[in-house]
């Protein structure tokens, strides 16, 4: 099975801008999370869809805004961008059987994005 | 609220030697999971392995195997027969049942040296 794809790999925006950035999951898999990591928070959690919904969400200003599709690819968008959101977004996937446990999450290559 | 801690920022090891990562956590759950990741300079997050909190055997995956204690919260790895294509970032994460969300530490950087 091909793994976690996103896109764009790298993008350099300024601030007040807005980006958009896209994860297709593992085929079969229904749950996509969203990570921002940057050196100085380290790894945090940004929210998680499930079957087009929003089961949870992390401690994060409502710029930050995701979606799912009924293909269960995903996108995030930042509006009104800071210099502070500089950073890797990575994207997991898992596939989640009758919603029970905790499956593995498999995550993405990442988007790289710079905010001058 | 969950917290998992990771005490060792950086650490470095011989190559074909052991060493041991530690990770703690704190949490009031009695059913979660951990998880060990891997990050080389790549940045691609590679899942080591996990632990489901209710099973007492601890879980091996080839040269890298696992010490959980849950009374002590406790979750450390230890790699054996070190490789230079271990040198990577370590990450320690909990994840609740029922959540697609993991709480990582802030990681440990090993360094497989010749």
């Known amino acids: 099975k091909a793994g976690v794809t996103q896109t764009p790999r790298y993008l350099i925006k300024t601030r007040g801008q807005q980006v958009t950035l896209s994860c297709s999951p593992i085929?079969?898999?229904?749950?996509v999370s969203w990570y921002q990591q940057t050196p100085g928070q380290g790894l945090q959690f940004l929210f998680e869809y499930f079957s087009e919904t929003q089961r949870n969400k992390g401690n994060f200003p409502g710029r930050f805004s995701g979606r799912q599709f009924s293909n269960s690819r995903s996108e995030m968008n930042v509006s009104t961008l800071e210099l502070g959101d500089s950073a890797l977004y990575l994207c997991?996937?898992?596939?989640?059987?009758?919603?029970?446990?905790?499956?593995?999450?498999?995550f993405g290559p990442g988007t790289r994005l710079l905010v001058l | 609220a969950q917290t998992v801690t990771q005490s060792q920022p950086e650490m470095s090891v011989q190559e074909a030697e052991t060493v041991t990562l530690s990770c703690t956590y704190d949490?009031?759950?009695?059913?979660?999971?951990l998880f060990w990741y891997k990050q080389p300079p790549s940045r691609q997050m590679i899942l080591v392995i996990r632990?489901?909190?209710?099973?007492?055997q601890n879980a091996t995956e080839n040269r890298f195997s696992v010490n959980f204690q849950k009374a002590a919260k406790s979750f450390s790895l230890k790699i054996s027969d070190s490789q230079l294509g271990d040198t990577a970032m370590y990450f320690c994460?909990?994840?609740?049942?029922?959540?697609?969300?993991?709480?990582f530490g802030q990681g440990t950087t090993l360094q497989v040296k010749p």
């Open positions: 994460a909990f994840g609740s049942s029922n959540t697609g969300k993991l709480i």
């Open positions: 949490t009031s759950e009695s059913n979660y999971y």
């Open positions: 085929s079969g898999h229904r749950s």
């Open positions: 997991a996937s898992s596939s989640i059987v009758g919603l029970a446990g905790q499956e593995t999450q498999y």
């Open positions: 632990q489901e909190a209710y099973k007492q």
